[in-house]
């Protein structure tokens, strides 16, 4: 069915801003979470069932409100520890996971899409690669380690250091 333009711009919304979602551990290495098969229709429909009420409890409700699209967005944040809160976006990793090498594309954060990879240098130690694609009018992102003890570094589309 079509929705009306209140109702797209409402859904639009929330997925551009999806306040203190996701909260809780990265699901990264749930494995009801991301089965490596699926062999029926049924199965499919109780990892969707799964997947809503995992998001909902981690205060993910307005994004699985907001149908398929908004359910891949919390699947994303969730997926790397990622949470939103009041115009921030933490990404709360537990250090002893940050062994894999692996990027998230597209998190959505106002109209702006945001890419952010974990990856491992020569030494086997991690480090996050974070920029920004805009999509409407230009505005200044920051980024900065925990606690912010740096000064916060400008995010853009170009690749630096």
């Not at 409890?57 to 949470?83: D, E, I, P, T």
């Not at 702006?112 to 694609?133: C, G, M, Y």
Request: proline share 3%.
């Amino acid at each position: 069915p079509l929705i009306n333009n209140e109702e797209r711009e409402k859904m639009e919304g929330t997925l551009n801003y999806a306040d203190h979602c996701f909260s809780g551990h990265a699901t990264m290495h749930a494995e009801n979470l991301w089965p490596s098969k699926l062999s029926s229709i049924t199965q499919l429909l109780q990892l969707w069932d799964l997947w809503k009420l995992t998001l909902q409890k981690r205060g993910c409700k307005s994004l699985v409100m907001a149908g398929a699209h908004g359910l891949m967005q919390g699947m994303m944040l969730s997926f790397g520890g990622l949470q939103f809160t009041e115009n921030h976006l933490q990404f709360q990793s537990d250090p002893h996971v940050l062994h894999n090498s692996y990027a998230l594309r597209g998190i959505h954060y106002n109209k702006d899409l945001i890419n952010l990879a974990v990856l491992l240098d020569q030494d086997e130690k991690p480090f996050l690669h974070v920029s920004v694609k805009f999509q409407d009018k230009l505005i200044k992102l920051y980024a900065c380690e925990a606690g912010c003890l740096n000064e916060p570094v400008e995010l853009t589309s170009e690749i630096r250091g």
